[in-house]
């Protein structure tokens, strides 16, 4: 059974308008990250939460948003997409956030923008 | 500086037969975790085994083991017994430090690996 689901798997939308991705998970995970992957490339973290708290990466545009609502849901709101923003999003859980333990990734949502 | 590089773009192997895909890292902290992650065409993310800087034993699953060798910051896997389901890329990742809110999970750039029947 999936223990992180992510929808759409594809998702497309026009250049400046808005787009939300979900993602959720069936294992309780007290941490849940959103990854920027784009072609040919390895995943950029995006931000990530700790239970409810939030921690943005430093280069992360101000056009990337997320909210975590509950413990199970997490979602990527990007208000207005342009057409850099295409790529694979992945959505990743870990039980704690230590290096010892593994994040486990959703299958992806693929982004284009027209 | 590259927290992990991955060397080789892409790599081929002989079905039935083993491959190793080369990891080195760069970190002046102590205690850090090393991973391998398998992502086929699909896209989704494939957690494939986990080695501790502490650990003194090389970590095995399956067909699939670590050579750690600390003092060279090196982590290559190795798949014994390629199988063609094994076609994918490889990503090569790092998280450095304790239990602390941000130990973010580096990757290397990812190895492509293609297995011919």
């Known amino acids: 059974d999936a223990m992180v689901i992510q929808n759409p798997r594809y998702q497309v939308t026009q250049f400046g308008k808005p787009v939300t991705l979900s993602c959720s998970q069936t294992?309780?995970?007290?941490?849940m990250y959103w990854y920027q992957q784009k072609s040919s490339q390895a995943p950029k973290l995006l931000f990530h939460?700790?239970?409810?708290?939030?921690?943005n990466e430093a280069d992360t545009p101000d056009n990337f948003q997320s909210r975590r609502p509950n413990t199970s849901f997490c979602f990527l709101d990007i208000r207005s997409p342009g057409l850099g923003d295409a790529a694979m999003y992945l959505c990743?859980?870990?039980?704690?956030?230590?290096?010892?333990?593994?994040?486990?990734f959703g299958p992806g949502t693929r982004l284009t923008v027209l | 500086a590259q927290k992990i590089t991955q060397t080789q773009p892409g790599m081929f192997v002989q079905e039935k037969e083993a491959v190793t895909l080369d990891c080195t890292y760069d970190?002046?902290?102590?205690?850090?975790?090393l991973f391998w992650y398998k992502q086929p065409s699909s896209g989704e993310m494939i957690f494939l085994i986990y080695?501790?800087?502490?650990?003194?034993q090389n970590a095995t699953e399956g067909r699939y083991s670590l050579n750690f060798q600390k003092a060279r910051k090196s982590a290559n896997l190795v798949i014994s017994a390629s199988q063609l389901g094994d076609s994918a890329m490889y990503f090569c990742?790092?998280?450095?430090?304790?239990?602390?809110?941000?130990?973010?999970?580096?990757f290397g750039e990812g190895t492509q690996l293609t297995v011919n029947p």
């Open positions: 990742a790092m998280r450095e430090g304790g239990e602390t809110s941000g130990s973010r999970l580096t």
């Open positions: 080695q501790g800087s502490y650990d003194e």
């Open positions: 970190t002046s902290d102590q205690s850090y975790g």
């Open positions: 990743a859980i870990s039980e704690r956030d230590h290096m010892m333990n593994e994040q486990f």
């Open positions: 939460y700790y239970d409810k708290d939030f921690n």
């Open positions: 294992l309780n995970h007290n941490v």
